[in-house]
């Protein structure tokens, strides 16, 4: 068989295997599924990254509260700096010493304690993912919060861990 023939082949092959499986995979009469347009290609961007510390400006002045930067501001109990998609929904005092447990998920939403020490971010807890200091920068703005070191590598600098 020449080269020819068994490129032809070849195509004829994989076309007739298409044609069987298509309509198996969901496509076939009566089904609700349809298939991908197999001409487009799909959008392979990876999902937010969760080392991008908070975007301290875009809190609207009319919405999320910032009543404090750091555990001093609230008497000695945490300060909670929530998120939401990595925008800043608030930086609220808590009232007792065990609340905001630091719990950042891969969409950059989550809650996590400002800091000036380590101590800040495990006081009151049994057990912390974010238990390290670090400084986070975005935007020109600085905020120290609880973070985890290796996590922070992989921010490409916004996050610095001592």
Not at 22 to 42: K, N, R, Y
Not at 98 to 125: A, E, F, H, K, V
Not at 134 to 158: E, K, P
């Amino acid at each position: 068989m020449t080269r020819s023939a068994q490129s032809l082949f070849a195509v004829a092959g994989a076309s007739l295997l298409l044609f069987i499986l298509v309509p198996s995979c969901g496509g076939g009469t009566g089904s609700t599924h349809t298939m991908p347009d197999l001409a487009e290609v799909p959008d392979l961007t990876v999902g937010p990254d969760i080392a991008t510390p908070p975007d301290l400006k875009a809190a609207p002045s009319d919405g999320p509260k910032m009543e404090c930067f750091t555990p001093a501001d609230c008497g000695g109990k945490p300060c909670c700096l929530t998120v939401q998609s990595q925008a800043l929904q608030g930086l609220v005092c808590t009232t007792t010493a065990d609340s905001c447990n630091p719990s950042l998920d891969i969409t950059g939403s989550g809650q996590t304690r400002t800091c000036t020490t380590d101590t800040d971010c495990t006081s009151g807890l049994t057990r912390s993912i974010l238990p390290t200091c670090c400084m986070a920068t975005r935007n020109g703005q600085s905020i120290q919060m609880c973070f985890s070191t290796g996590l922070a590598q992989l921010s490409g600098g916004a996050v610095v861990c001592p």
